[in-house]
């Protein structure tokens, strides 16, 4: 049995290496929320809270996260006992929403518990890989500096190429990077940013010979994306649209989706994740691990959930360096001709650097149980 003695909010700030252009705004830097969980015995869990500082992704930010966190979600753990992460998340079940809170604080259950059972989390979770095949994704930016960027992550081995669109700016960015590279496996990935009235601008897609388009319409619209989907010969990947798993019997059942990208944040937690996972299994959809430009903690519970046996399509996984400045886990993440190593080490198998956590932390909470 794990006891929760402690739990520990930061609020914290990374800098981009570059500002990052998607469909919904442009990021210098990624605010975030990072939660640590200890118990009596002196073990410690990690997990990231992966909302933005405004609700443009989703309607959860960073404050709206720290208040859920601070009033709800921790209150309902501190002192408790549990022999299994699953009863964390039964716990905090009934708090309604605020998906990529909780799925800060069940991250750090699950990492807390593969620490003391010293298996990885990946094992934890049922992954079965040692290494994943990763993508990049790349922001909006003129045609000519977009094909160079691709040049750069093709050569360091990269699987999949993304690149975000969004209306007006689309066409010319795919047509430059497919006619330079015919043959590398592209795809877009549009935030939701198209409506109905898009439709012939999107189906002319189709000449790009896309693996997929992600997210071409608003989260809601399941009814548009299943009615674009028999016009597209392109694949439609739903990701914004599935925050649950009654979303991603939705996609299926309706036709919206062919493919689904899974974030473990956006659907609240690891444990949904792997039942959505399975789910996808079952209907043979192709699944991948999705990016949301998390620090090394939020990029330590993607790659392990990406382990699983299902996730077909390359994660959205990218080496240290490629987003930030200085990230805030030891030892940092590497791409070897476009696979990325899954940890055999407890946990999430890394550690945070203290030191890197410190300089980046903006304010801290500390919740202790009561004696
Ligand atoms: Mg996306």
Redo the contacts with the bound molecule.
């Keep these: 049995m794990l006891t929760v003695e402690q739990v520990v909010l930061y609020d914290v700030v990374l800098r981009f290496r570059q500002p990052m252009v998607t469909g919904w705004g442009t990021l210098k830097k990624r605010e975030t929320l990072l939660v640590e969980m200890r118990d009596t015995d002196g073990g410690e869990g990690w997990g990231e809270g992966v909302a933005f500082a405004a609700p443009r992704y989703s309607e959860e930010t960073v404050r709206t996260s720290w208040y859920v966190l601070s009033q709800f979600l921790i209150p309902r753990v501190l002192g408790m006992s549990f022999s299994h992460p699953d009863e964390i998340c039964a716990k905090l079940a009934p708090i309604r929403g605020h998906r990529m809170a909780k799925a800060g604080l069940e991250g750090a259950a699950w990492d807390l518990f593969s620490r003391s059972r010293k298996q990885s989390l990946a094992h934890a979770l049922g992954g079965t890989r040692r290494r994943v095949a990763v993508g990049v994704t790349l922001g909006i930016t003129e045609p000519r500096r977009l094909v160079d960027q691709v040049a750069r992550y093709l050569e360091q081995g990269y699987a999949r190429i993304k690149v975000k669109v969004k209306p007006g700016q689309d066409r010319k960015l795919l047509a430059a990077v497919r006619t330079r590279y015919p043959d590398v496996e592209l795809a877009a990935?549009a935030?939701a940013g198209y409506t109905r009235q898009d439709f012939d601008p999107l189906a002319s897609f189709d000449d790009f010979g896309l693996s997929m388009l992600?997210?071409p319409l608003a989260a809601s619209d399941w009814l548009g994306h299943r009615d674009l989907a028999r016009r597209l010969r392109t694949p439609i990947c739903l990701?914004?649209s599935i925050v649950s798993l009654d979303d991603a019997r939705l996609a299926i059942e309706l036709g919206s989706a062919a493919v689904i990208?899974l974030k473990p944040g956006r659907v609240g937690g690891d444990a949904t994740a792997v039942a959505i996972h399975q789910l996808c299994a079952e209907h043979r959809l192709p699944v991948w691990v999705?990016g949301m430009f998390e620090s090394g903690v939020g990029k330590a519970h993607a790659l392990a959930l990406s382990a699983l046996p299902g996730m077909t399509l390359p994660a959205d996984l990218t080496a240290s360096g490629r987003y930030w400045e200085e990230d805030l886990v030891n030892p940092g993440f590497s791409v070897n001709r476009g696979w990325m190593e899954v940890p055999d080490r407890p946990g999430i198998g890394v550690s945070v650097d203290r030191g890197a956590l410190g300089a980046m932390t903006v304010s801290q909470q500390t919740f202790l149980a009561a004696r």
């Design positions: 990935d935030n992600e997210q990701d914004e990208n999705g």
